[in-house]
């Protein structure tokens, strides 16, 4: 996030009110993964996101953004 100059707020605005730019899919290993787009302050996010299951059954979210 600092890399890309993207602040925490625009991150939670996007999860919060932004749109599935792609849809939720399941990849090799059974993890789930979708992307979330928005607007915020201008600018153009979006949110990559993974639900992964945790060896003791609780669901880990990974998120990456970047510029778009």
Sequence with gaps: MRQRKIGRRQVL???????ISEPLHKDAQGDWHC???SQYAGA???????FKL?????????????NG
Excluded: C, D, K
């Excluded at 605005?13 to 749109?19: H, P, Q, S, T």
């Excluded at 153009?44 to 993974?50: K, S």
């Design 13 to 19: 605005e996007a999860l919060l009110r932004g749109y």
């Design 44 to 50: 153009g996010i979006t949110v990559g996101v993974v």
């Design 35 to 37: 992307n979330v787009s």
């Design 54 to 66: 945790g060896e003791g059954g609780e669901w880990v979210i990974i998120a990456t953004v970047f």
